[in-house]
């Protein structure tokens, strides 16, 4: 009966119609736990030092924790383990079809699923968290009850760590049923269970178990909460960066599960752009979306929104070829996500908007000289740091929301068709989770600064940038025809006037940079 | 008279002549089945002729005038065509929620110009809309006198002889305090993309009543209109020159509305994250104050732990960082309400130069509410997307949100001109001595007009 070798090869042998299951002893005990307040009185005995893991079909746990499936002549489908617990129904149906179908196929209407237009989205669902549960002794008692000698589960510690689990003769049979208090209870994981007592499911899936011997009530409830309430939600960006690969899953864009992703993971990138030093928009984003600083500072919001058309993007649209660097795949073959860390993304953001910066400071074209005699530096200085009015300051495109569009768009359109060449996916992870954000931040500044191709190309994009009129509609020494040319900037009309004439801009550059907004200005089907 | 906090009681209880009917037993037994599900399937099935532009099949029964034909229907004792019904009360869900965006851009429109009657009507029927919306979505048709209800087999039942606005009331009534309506309308408000139900799960009081309070709230107008004859003939048949003291203060229309655009930055998915903030900032304070005994203000610190508590376990996905929403939430930043809240909050007995944008205000408010159920309709029928493209690409016609060029994409970018409109009129108000009407719209007619297009609202509410 028993397969192993070694540990378990003296055991004795089991009787006829039981079924023994091979184990795992796990031992888990800190010289400190010899300082808890053992009382017996009030359910908080001194459990064992070790629990065990072990395999069992999701029918058998069921029979042997009471959990039944519901027949009239029944009253409760569930026997009192004397332990009050609430079961939801509801959360098993969902559970149930979720092993059945999988996810997102388990959350489609009846109708959705027979339509067969989404057949593609049907997945396995499996169930790899361990059920807890507490196998009780002879002498535990609920409500007055004791397990039936015959119906116990016997645990045998054979030698290592192994041991043998011996179920009930029995027990493996369909509708077995103890004849007094389920030799099982249930800590964790009801839920899973109770989607198995309403559905057929083939006799043999098993379930990954956790199994703890004569654990008092106390710590039941306590090991209950400690894995269902404690633990802080994590965050859905995190669980993105953790596996970037989810970033080009397909399944999860057709139900819009990649919203959580970039929604998340574009505030965040605001944020650091706000926070760090070394941006260029340090303190200059307009957090709160307070008034009073249209035309100086563009909102959170608007960033949010501009970085999600742009980097944090899937696809332009179907027909087009341009994704966005932090959102889709990447690369001539479209097959992998750029692993960058949230740290890096916002590496990439500065540098890009650093040399931008620094193109415009070493200009004196008209546009730009219009924007530094007309306005007051005092008017932006923040935190003791003056800024170029031709960069960011009162009529200037680039503190409004249609210039931080474009500025995004085009940075991420252009490295985009560029990515092999650039060699995108040769750099990033650079993550180091010891720091601070401010830190990682650093770690990936330096990082991508020594990249052979990445920085030389952004900074030939910046300059040619740099020669764009930035000024808006309401800026100093504007000819008429260049008053109602940026009039067609304002308004929702704007983004993709402006988003036109900078690619054109660039285009007619040459080089590089001409070539890759070229490629852009084809994928996206505009005019040249 | 001082506005008052969203959620507290109101000063004076409309007089007894006025107290609502009562819904009889056999017709709240009948509200009581009501099925959203019922809903959703008929909208499933609807949608192959979206690709046609067309709402419904061309055979629909109901299709055209619905009500002249439930009438003639009855008189010739048929019976509903029950799967047509459904289909029908299912988009009237969608359709509704439009309409009454619009009826609220047209009396925003009207506030603008000075006539504070003709808002002050046209809000209400934004307010009725909205309730019929709501209703709709979970599985209620309102009609002429006779109203529908759907249960869970797709079946149609009548509800006999009570007029269209007392009904659309007692129904919403019913419905917000009943639990299908507690979980559908808190479920519609999504601070920080999370629902606001989980949101209040999470914060370990009772919540059950909040919904009822909303609507007791936010829909005095409705249940006075709707029971009040005297008071909606006052305003909808006698002259207003004769009933409401005028004219508006150009001024505070403008601020009021400026105010009131503020709330609707939409996110990234579209939605209202700014007002749904607010929503839930106030939802807690009542929840904390119902708790202790004491407001946030009397016990900050306890306050800002339970808050610290709450963002432990509700891990918001979007807008602000878990440092903002705390600040937030405790009142260390944007500790002010808006004042579209506290007008929300406010009535009088009688109808006075006030009135047009208190109601306006609720109108807004239970129009967001009606957004969030019909979007949760669409989003639970449709996981990956309604195909309403036909019908917006024919929007451009009808409503004056963009040119004969591109339908902007992602239609959020249509913020942009409200930034524009509210940012150039609040100067105007500000910078020009003697304000007027006529200089409104003489000089920034097309500034007012974007002002008045709250169709958008049902575009991004809808996610679409």
């Not at chain 1, 509801?90 to 209407?109: A, C, T």
């Not at chain 1, 949010?304 to 341009?322: D, G, N, T």
């Not at chain 1, 285009?507 to 590089?512: C, L, M, N, P, T």
Request: glycine share 8%.
């Amino acid at each position: 009966m028993l397969v192993q070798k070694g540990g378990l090869a003296h055991m004795r042998t089991a009787p006829a119609n039981s079924k023994t299951l091979p184990a795992i002893k796990v031992r888990q005990w800190l010289d400190e736990w010899d300082d808890v307040e053992w009382d017996p009185a009030r359910h908080r005995a001194r459990p064992l030092e070790w629990f065990y893991q072990f395999s069992i079909p999701a029918t058998t746990l069921r029979s042997l924790s009471g959990i039944y499936r519901r027949t009239t002549d029944r009253k409760r489908a569930a026997d009192d383990l004397g332990i009050q617990r609430r079961h939801e129904p509801s959360r098993s149906s969902d559970i149930g079809r979720f092993v059945r179908y999988g996810y997102p196929w388990s959350e489609l209407s009846e109708a959705k699923r027979a339509s067969d237009e989404l057949r593609d989205l049907r997945q396995p669902g499996w169930l790899p968290t361990a059920i807890v549960v507490n196998i009780l002794g002879p002498n535990d008692t609920r409500r007055g009850r004791t397990v039936a000698p015959q119906d116990l589960v016997s645990v045998e510690d054979g030698t290592g760590p192994y041991a043998a689990v011996t179920l009930p003769v029995g027990a493996i049979s369909p509708g077995w049923r103890p004849s007094r208090l389920p030799p099982i209870e249930i800590i964790d994981g009801q839920h899973r269970l109770w989607a198995f007592s309403e559905l057929d499911f083939t006799e043999d899936f098993e379930l990954p178990v956790v199994a703890f011997r004569g654990l008092d009530l106390s710590w039941q409830a306590y090991l209950f909460y400690t894995i269902n309430i404690k633990p802080k939600r994590i965050n859905p960006s995190l669980a993105f960066d953790l596996y970037p690969m989810l970033r080009g899953e397909s399944w999860l864009n057709r139900v819009d599960g990649h919203i959580i992703y970039r929604e998340a993971r574009a505030q965040e990138l605001v944020d650091l752009l706000w926070a760090h030093p070394k941006s260029p928009w340090f303190h200059r984003i307009n957090m709160l979306g307070e008034a009073g600083y249209k035309g100086q500072f563009v909102t959170q919001a608007a960033w949010v929104r501009s970085l999600l058309a742009s980097f944090i993007k899937s696809w332009e649209s179907r027909r087009s070829p341009v994704g966005g660097l932090f959102g889709s795949l990447v690369g001539s073959n479209h097959s992998m996500v750029l692993p960058w860390s949230r740290a890096d993304q916002t590496a990439f953001l500065i540098l890009a908007g650093s040399k931008l910066r620094e193109a415009i400071a070493e200009v004196d074209l008209p546009w730009a000289r219009a924007l530094r005699s007309d306005n007051q530096p005092s008017l932006l200085e923040i935190d003791g740091r003056s800024e170029d009015p031709a960069f960011l300051g009162p009529n200037n495109l680039l503190s409004q929301d249609q210039g931080i569009r474009v500025f995004l768009h085009t940075i991420n359109d252009l490295c985009y068709v560029r990515a092999d060449e650039l060699d995108l996916h040769g750099w990033g992870n650079t993550e180091n989770p010891e720091e601070t954000d401010e830190g990682r931040v650093n770690a990936s500044i330096t990082s991508l600064g020594r990249q052979r191709k990445i920085p030389g190309f952004l900074t030939k994009v910046a300059r040619v940038l740099a020669s764009f009129d930035w000024r808006a509609s309401s800026g100093p020494e504007l000819t008429r025809q260049e008053a109602a040319l940026k009039a067609g900037y304002r308004g929702s009309g704007g983004y993709k006037a402006l988003r036109t004439d900078v690619l054109r801009h660039l285009s007619h550059s040459g080089g590089e940079v001409g070539v890759a907004a070229d490629v852009v200005m084809n994928g996206l089907k505009y005019a040249p | 008279m001082p506005p008052r906090q969203l959620l507290g009681r109101a000063r004076r209880r409309p007089p007894a002549a006025h107290q609502p009917k009562r819904l009889n037993q056999q017709q709240q037994q009948l509200l009581h089945t009501a099925s959203r599900s019922s809903v959703k399937e008929a909208l499933e099935a609807v949608e192959v002729h979206w690709k046609s532009g067309l709402w419904l099949s061309p055979q629909n029964h109901y299709r055209g005038d619905a009500t002249e034909r439930i009438a003639r229907d009855g008189a010739m004792g048929r019976g509903p065509v029950h799967a047509h019904l459904s289909e029908y009360v299912a988009v009237s869900a969608i359709a509704h929620c439009y309409d009454g965006w619009s009826f609220l851009g047209r009396a925003i429109e009207a506030e603008l110009v000075g006539d504070m009657g003709t808002a002050l009507h046209l809000a209400y029927y934004a307010e009725l809309r909205a309730a019929m919306s709501i209703l709709a979505s979970n599985g209620v048709g309102v009609f002429k006198r006779k109203h529908v209800v759907i249960d869970v087999r797709g079946r149609c039942h009548w509800i006999d002889s009570l007029p269209t606005h007392e009904f659309a009331w007692l129904a919403l009534e019913g419905f917000a305090a009943s639990q299908n309506g507690v979980r559908a309308l808190l479920n519609a408000v999504h601070p920080g993309g999370i629902p606001l139900e989980e949101w209040l799960r999470q914060y370990s009081s009772g919540y059950n009543y909040l919904s009822s309070q909303w609507i007791r709230q936010w829909g005095v107008d409705l249940s006075r209109w709707a029971l009040d004859r005297d008071f909606r003939n006052t305003v909808s048949y006698r002259p207003s020159q004769f009933s409401i003291l005028g004219p508006g203060d150009v001024r505070g229309a403008v601020r009021s509305v400026v105010g009131l655009w503020l709330l609707c930055e939409p996110g990234s998915s579209g939605g209202f994250p700014v007002l749904d903030r607010y929503l839930l900032r106030e939802c807690l304070d009542q929840m904390f104050r119902n708790q202790h005994g004491r407001s946030p203000k009397q016990a900050p610190a306890r306050f800002r732990r339970s808050i610290s508590s709450l963002l432990t376990a509700v891990v918001p996905t979007a807008g602000m960082s878990v440092e903002q929403w705390e600040a937030f939430l405790s009142r260390t930043s944007e500790g002010s309400n808006p004042s579209l809240l506290g007008q929300a909050a406010t009535y009088g007995v009688r109808v006075g130069p006030d009135s047009s944008r208190q109601v306006i205000s609720r109108a807004f408010l239970l129009m967001r509410l009606a957004t969030g159920t019909a979007w949760e309709l669409l989003s639970q029928a449709f996981p990956t997307g309604p195909d309403l493209e036909p019908w917006l690409l024919g929007l451009s016609n009808c409503r004056p949100l963009w040119g004969s060029e591109e339908m902007p994409r992602p239609l959020t970018d249509l913020w942009t001109d409200v930034v524009d409109a509210s940012h150039d009129l609040a100067q105007w108000v500000t910078n020009t001595e003697h304000a007027t009407h006529h200089g409104l719209w003489s000089q920034h007619a097309d500034l007012a007009a974007v002002l008045g297009t709250t169709e958008r609202l049902a575009l991004w509410g809808l996610n679409l």
